[in-house]
């Protein structure tokens, strides 16, 4: 046969057995069985689906939109996310990569506030978590005056003058050089003194341990002389803030120094020589606007020496009794602006977190409720905080919002005082708790997308 001849019948062939494929009952005919035209037809196209490792990748990316999407939901819905400028996400990335650094480069928070923080209360349960997760210990500043923290206790060999740049007047000093701190303990030409610390019986070691003592100080009219175990170092006058190092063995848990002169004694730092550093600052009676009264010069010289890579400002209760109008309102929001640009001039490398006051509850028409300005002064201070580059944490919507604080005074144990102000021990621990939690989901997002992006 020729090859036209061949190739003819087999065509025909494969028509003839396509027709009885075709037409063939599917359960057969006499015993005979063919196979159905469309499993003939779709054994012989070629298979277009994903492969293995195509549906592996498939997999993976819905797994990652998945937990991405958990991520977004917490920071659009739960009460306890931070309001972030233009909802920039990546907003505590420069932070999160000091913190991984701290080991090796150690750095300082500065927490200041009113007196719902007053005896370390929230800033060691920052501190505690902050140190645990990436190293560090030691209360961070204490005050150079005869008083201690709850961690570790304070005393001072002689009775010194004390100036302040916040509540009554009569504890101005009647200069701007109140120092990082904004309180100051005053040394004469005619004055010793010695300054020593020691644990507190039962609390926690982390925070009550140290390997670093600094002395901070300013206003130097004679030769400052500082002495800790027989190390003696000599500081003459001339900077505007002067920083007294000594290295202790590690994990002390005692320490003193004698100090001799005419200065301003800003406080003293016990610390580790690495990790995580923090310092609880309360002001008494303070609506926080008195940064911008205070020295320049000293601010941008602790915040760059002690590399302070987060500021927290914690006010708003002080002012609440006293907003009764829209316009004061306004008026104090303005205020909290102008502080928050002036620490982003002096410190920036520092992210800022305002944190907005809890809920207050007073007496309106002889029931015990929130005060009824609250909403909007919150409302005001998140707006004043994000609109100027500041992150912003809502205590009033974390407890509840609107008449939570009169549950948080009947809660057992009591979270809050019988003032239905200030938080209880407890109360304050579950702050610093919450605040350090969320911060940490941000911390496991910005990891999450180191990872996967």
């Not at 920039?88 to 991984?100: C, S, T, V």
């Not at 010194?160 to 701190?181: M, Q, T």
Request: hydrophobic share 35%.
């Amino acid at each position: 046969m020729k090859r036209y001849q061949i190739s003819l019948f087999m065509f025909s062939v494969i028509a003839v057995l396509a027709v009885l494929c075709a037409i063939f009952p599917e359960e057969g005919w006499l015993g005979l069985r063919f196979p159905q035209l469309s499993s003939v037809l779709s054994a012989a196209e070629p298979d277009t689906g994903p492969s293995p490792e195509e549906l592996l990748e498939q997999r993976k990316k819905s797994i990652l939109a998945a937990e991405k999407d958990q991520y977004q939901t917490f920071f659009r819905e739960d009460p306890s996310r931070f309001y972030l400028p233009d909802g920039d996400i990546r907003f505590f990335d420069p932070l999160f990569q000091a913190l991984e650094r701290a080991e090796t480069t150690p750095l300082r928070i500065v927490h200041y506030g009113d007196s719902q923080i007053e005896e370390d209360r929230i800033t060691g349960t920052i501190r505690e978590a902050l140190q645990q997760r990436f190293g560090g210990s030691g209360p961070g500043m204490m005050p150079a005056r005869r008083r201690g923290t709850p961690r570790v206790g304070g005393s001072s060999s002689a009775s010194l003058s004390r100036f302040y740049n916040f509540g009554d007047a009569e504890h101005r000093a009647g200069i701007r050089k109140y120092g990082p701190f904004a309180d100051f303990t005053r040394l004469d030409t005619i004055s010793v003194a010695t300054f020593s610390f020691y644990p507190v019986k039962g609390k926690d070691k982390g925070q009550s341990t140290f390997d670093r003592l600094t002395l901070v100080a300013g206003n130097l009219r004679s030769k400052l002389t500082v002495t800790n175990q027989g190390e003696k170092q000599v500081i003459e006058p001339g900077e505007s803030i002067s920083f007294v190092r000594f290295n202790l063995p590690d994990s002390s848990t005692r320490a003193s120094v004698t100090v001799s002169g005419y200065a301003d004694l800003y406080g003293i730092l016990l610390d580790s020589k690495t990790g995580v550093r923090m310092d609880n600052v309360p002001m008494r009676g303070c609506s926080g606007t008195i940064f911008t009264t205070m020295d320049e010069e000293q601010l941008r010289t602790y915040y760059r020496q002690e590399n302070v890579r987060l500021i927290l400002l914690q006010y708003g209760g002080n002012s609440m009794p006293y907003l009764k109008t829209d316009k004061g309102i306004s008026t104090y929001a303005e205020s909290i602006r102008k502080q928050i640009r002036f620490l982003q001039a002096l410190a920036p490398n520092a992210k800022i977190i305002f944190m907005g006051p809890s809920d207050m509850a007073t007496v309106v028409n002889g029931k015990r409720q929130t005060y009824p300005k609250l909403p909007g002064v919150v409302d005001s201070l998140r707006l004043a905080a994000t609109e100027s580059g500041a992150a912003y944490w809502d205590i009033y919507g974390v407890m509840g919002g609107e008449n939570s604080m009169v549950k948080w005074v009947q809660a057992r144990p009591a979270l809050a005082g019988s003032d239905y102000v200030h938080f209880t021990l407890a109360g304050a621990q579950k702050v610093g708790e919450l605040f350090s939690e969320s911060l940490m989901v941000y911390y496991e997002y910005y990891s999450w997308r180191k990872k996967n992006e």
